[in-house]
Antibody, heavy 120, light 111 residues
Framework: EVQLLESGGGLAQPGGSLRLSCVAS????????MSWVRQAPGKGLEWVSG????????YYTDSVKGRFTVSRDNSRNTLYLQMNNLSVDDTALYYC?????????????WGQGTLVIVST | QSVLTQPPSVSGAPGQRVTMSCSGS?????????VHWYQQLPGKAPTLLIYGNTMRPSGVPDRFSGSKSGTSASLAITGLQAEDEGDYYCQSYDYIVNAWVFGGGTKLTVV
């Protein structure tokens, strides 16, 4: 059974930083593309970032480019999202997602999310 | 403003059939990219409901079906049940914004 356990969320001030972690189990993490998707309170889903396989290419939505960095540690089955220069617009529940292989990425398995609140 | 447009809400009675649309453009659905659908029940994380326009992951009942035509896609639910109430999102890729994109979501109410 695929399990994705996110952590690292919390309260940060505008301009601050947080690092999210996602520990994966139940599948071959090292040979799978992974992604982060967020959901602001009461709003819809927004794709944030992805780490591809086998190229290890990294992708970002425009609003986080230059501020967020996705990385992975295959020895620890862990996906990370380093978030710098946070803004109030980054307030959301951040989901770690296992990509479902195919021509167009589908987000096959989701964690329960970790909440990031950016506020003074 | 979402790249993919979904109606904010649909409703139906138990046992009925409902459909919900996802409208895109030539840079996403109208191109080579597949459409996927997600179900988000109240207070829960989303789950993949339909992938590759028409395919159901194992465990998803055949009451749920997807289709794609031109720059639009649709999700149909037959034999509507109370536990189907929730939000439904379509998703694809857009080569102009260079991002995986979601619709704004449709809230399904079983009346």
């Amino acid at each position: 059974e695929v399990q994705l356990l996110e952590s690292g969320g919390g309260l940060a001030q505008p301009g601050g930083s947080l690092r999210l972690s996602c520990v994966a189990s139940g599948f071959s993490f090292s040979t799978n593309a992974m992604s982060w998707v967020r959901q602001a309170p009461g709003k819809g889903l927004e794709w944030v970032s992805g780490a591809d396989y086998p190229t290890d290419d990294k992708y970002y939505t425009d609003s986080v480019k230059g501020r967020f960095t996705v990385s992975r540690d295959n020895s620890r089955n862990t996906l990370y999202l380093q978030m710098n220069n946070l803004s109030v617009d980054d307030t959301a529940l951040y989901y770690c997602v296992k990509v479902h292989h195919g021509p167009t990425w589908a987000f096959g398995s989701w964690g329960q999310g970790t909440l990031v609140i950016v506020s003074t | 403003q979402s790249v993919l447009t979904q109606p904010p809400s649909v409703s139906g009675a138990p046992g009925q059939r409902v459909t919900m649309s996802c409208s895109g453009s030539s840079s996403n659905i109208g191109s080579v990219f597949d459409v996927h659908w997600y179900q988000q029940l109240p207070g829960k994380a989303p789950t993949l409901l339909i992938y590759g326009n028409t395919m159901r992951p194992s465990g998803v009942p055949d009451r749920f079906s997807g289709s794609k035509s031109g720059t639009s896609a649709s999700l149909a639910i037959t034999g509507l049940q109370a536990e189907d109430e929730g939000d439904y999102y379509c998703q694809s890729y857009d080569y102009i914004v260079n991002a995986w994109v979601f619709g704004g979501g449709t809230k399904l109410t079983v009346v």
